[in-house]
């Protein structure tokens, strides 16, 4: 049985968050294994609500294909998962470690390098990549998108907004993948950009029966959980093992296809 648990986290001021920085902001919580958690009896885990099938509120838990992973590496500490709602940026930034507000991050976050120079990232544990979704008699392709263009809808510090942007597409952006897709639902937007098993789990759903897919994969991206830059080497082992020991015994398949469906013969190992 797990427990979760959701709460909104506080905009830290920059300057507290650089006084953090400065001082190391060892976490006071609790040391388990070699890894450092910053409560006791908890591992922490920030995320950015909604994003399912990742991780997304269903009466009063949080659940999702993330969530079940993160729990299997609370379990192997033998402690629970507590989970923290907070701002995609604050993540990708290092915020939300620098101010010891979570051990780990699990927000389906896409590897990159600029990212990878202020966060440590796990071994990947997801293959993704940015596709469409429009109005089906839309008709709307990547080649008709531009300046002049219809408008796409973008989440706010993700890769799919930097892909748009060296597009030259003309965006608007929202905080999360919720509000985005009330865009594309209202004609505030004629399309917007999303990770395609976000999109594929939406489109599982009748309420969008009058969106579509526009065909093709517009990048290539694999999703890592994070942990503070060079701060706790023991949870990024522990969470890399899990993974590939998960990989080996068949409980990633069960998990995934729990969430997404089958999965697909060309998923990575």
């Given amino acids: 049985m797990h427990l979760f648990t959701l709460s909104r986290a506080r905009v830290v001021p920059a300057t507290a968050v650089a006084a953090c920085l400065l001082a190391g902001c060892a976490p006071p919580g609790q040391t388990v294994r070699g ?13 950015h609500l909604p994003y399912a099938p990742f991780q997304f509120q269903r009466g009063k838990a949080i659940v999702g294909f993330d969530v079940d992973l993160i729990d299997l590496v609370a379990r192997r500490l033998g402690v629970r998962q507590k ?38 990232f796990s071994r990947p544990y997801f293959d993704s ?9 839309a008709r709307i392709t990547p080649d008709a998108l531009g300046p002049n263009g219809p408008r796409v809808g973008v989440v ?37 950009v999303q990770d395609d098993p ?3 789990y939406w489109l599982t759903d009748e309420a969008n029966a009058d969106f579509t897919l526009v065909p093709g994969m517009l990048t290539h991206e694999k999703y890592g959980f994070a942990v503070r830059k060079g701060h706790n080497p023991a949870l990024l082992r522990l969470i890399d093992d899990v993974i590939a020991q998960i990989r080996r015994d068949g409980t990633y398949r069960r998990t995934y296809e729990r969430w997404m469906g089958p999965m697909p013969p060309q998923t990575t190992a």
């Avoid at 709602?85 to 991050?105: H, K, M, Q, Y």
């Fill in 35 to 47: 890894v450092h958690l910053v409560a006791r009896g908890r591992l922490t885990t920030c995320t």
């Fill in 83 to 120: 989970i923290v709602d907070t701002r995609f940026t604050a993540i990708t930034s290092g915020e939300v470690f620098a101010v010891a507000a979570c051990d780990v991050a699990a927000a389906g976050t896409t590897i990159d390098p600029r990212r990878a120079a202020v966060i440590d």
């Fill in 129 to 137: 990549g940015q596709v469409l979704m429009a109005r089906r008699d």
């Fill in 156 to 192: 706010v510090g993700t890769t799919g907004q930097a892909y748009a942007r060296r597009r030259g597409w003309q965006t608007k952006g929202y905080e999360n993948a919720t509000t985005e897709l009330d865009a594309l639902r209202t004609g505030q937007v004629d399309a917007l």
């Fill in 198 to 200: 976000v999109v594929r």
